[in-house]
Every structure is written in C-alpha cells, then in structure tokens.
C-alpha cells in the first residue's frame, strides 16, 4: 500500500503563490509516476501535471503551462507543485496521485492510470 498526504494548500490572492507537497510512503518513492489533479466544485476532476519516475518527463495541462512546475525529491519521497502567478480559476481541491503501472506518456493525463490517491488540498484564489 502506499499512502499519500498533500499539504500547502490554502486562501490566497490572485498573482500569488504556491507550494504544495505530496509526502508519500509504504513503497519505495522511485518506483512511481506521480501526478496532481484538481477538482472545482460543480466540475469534473481534471489533470494538472505529472512527473515520471525518474524526474526526465514532465507533463502539463495548458492552462498551467509555465506558471506551475511539478517537480520530486526521491530522497525525501516527496512530490511538489509550484504553483505561481495563481487566478481565480486555479481554485479547485488539489490531489496527489501515484502508481507504480508503466504508463505510455500519453496515459500520463488521466486519472484511471494511477492506482493511489491523497485525501486533497484546498487551494482558494481571490480575485
């Protein structure tokens, strides 16, 4: 089993940051691909980034394309998203996801392909 527990989540301005962090264990860190979700009331969860297992690829959603940047440290078995210059539309429950499965890169975007979930993080963004 893995478990998963997101933190740094919280009420904030828009054009402001920041920091959430994903603390994993159970199995070895490396091991797993791990991505962030959001999910805003009334809608859809949807992908917001991930990372593969060795840091080498990360992926985005558009919307957060070079204001969040998702990064590891397996010596920490530690995931964390910098999330900068935040708007309104970036509140949402953010979670941390994780599986061991070797998934294309392409698969890296949706939720069925990871296995573990985090209870989720509220980020809030004024206007």
Known sequence: QVQLVESGGGLVQAGASLRLSCAASGRTFSNYAMGWFRQAPGKEREFVAAISRNGGSTYYIDSVKGRFTISRDDAKNTMSLQMNSLKPEDTAVYYCAATFRLIPSQFM???????????????SVSS
């Open 109 to 123: 975007t949706r939720g069925r392909e990871y296995e573990y979930w985090g209870q989720g993080t509220q980020v």
